[in-house]
């Protein structure tokens, strides 16, 4: 299964870019790329999800190089109601599919 | 309309003691899984079912036993309670295997559980 890593946290302010970057080198050819957001006490809320290039909803855009060992994903004009821990997953659609959750990014966002 | 509903959402109890947790999920997935999160934050998965046959099991004490009466339900029952035990319990499903479409997993609220 593919490993991921992330910075443990991150900080920001109001209104600015944010972009948190994902290393998943061993990536298989059938994986997806998705993105969790984790408010606390609540569950684990999906973002986005992509294979390739780039993938933008109302949310956030999520950028993968043509590589694909490693992602990005970019959550414009941050409120602090962004503050969460951001969560990177890698894998495939078949139902073996185990949902492996890493440490997480801590993104505090402060006004 | 709640899409993955657990209860109940606190559970304080003391050790030794057997509990329950249910789970039900309307929106026609076929898996079901069981997730804990302990004090650092950690998600680790427990279980994965997939149309009511266990799939996954990560080496879960035998203490913990899931059920799987039909595919909207996954309830998650725990024999002889022990401290260790507590954390938070979430319960998540996603429409995973044939003609899946997304990896989207929806998750439940949480259930904290203290064992004294």
């Known amino acids: 299964l593919a490993k991921t890593t992330q910075p443990i946290s991150m900080d920001s302010y109001e209104g600015q870019e944010v972009n948190i970057t994902c290393s998943h080198n061993?990536?298989?050819?059938?994986?997806?790329i998705t993105w969790y957001q984790q408010f606390p006490s609540q569950g684990p809320r999906f973002i986005i999800q992509?294979?390739?290039t780039k993938v933008t909803n109302e949310v956030a855009s999520l950028f993968i190089p043509a590589d694909r060992k490693s992602s990005t994903l970019s959550l414009p004009r941050v409120s602090l109601s962004d503050t969460a821990v951001y969560y990177c997953?890698?894998?495939?659609?078949?139902?073996?599919?185990?949902?492996?959750f890493g440490s997480g990014t801590r993104l505090l966002v402060r006004p | 309309d709640t899409a993955v509903s657990q209860t109940p959402k606190y559970l304080v109890t003391q050790m030794g003691n057997d509990k329950s947790i249910k789970c039900e999920q309307n929106?026609?997935?076929?898996?079901m899984y069981w997730y804990k999160q302990d004090s650092k934050k950690f998600l680790k998965i427990m279980f994965s079912?997939?149309?009511?046959?266990?799939?996954i099991n990560e080496t879960v004490p035998n203490r913990f036993s899931p059920k799987s009466p039909d595919k909207a339900h996954l309830n998650l029952h725990i024999n002889s309670l022990e401290l260790g035990d507590s954390a938070v319990y979430f319960c998540?499903?996603?429409?995973?295997?044939?003609?899946?479409?997304?990896?989207?997993?929806?998750f439940g609220q949480g259930t904290r559980l203290t064992v004294v």
């Open positions: 998540a499903s996603s429409q995973q295997g044939q003609g899946a479409q997304s990896t989207e997993a929806f």
């Open positions: 061993n990536i298989a050819t059938n994986d997806y």
């Open positions: 992509g294979y390739k």
């Open positions: 997953l890698v894998g495939g659609m078949d139902s073996s599919y185990k949902l492996i």
């Open positions: 929106l026609g997935h076929d898996t």
């Open positions: 079912y997939n149309n009511k046959e266990l799939i």
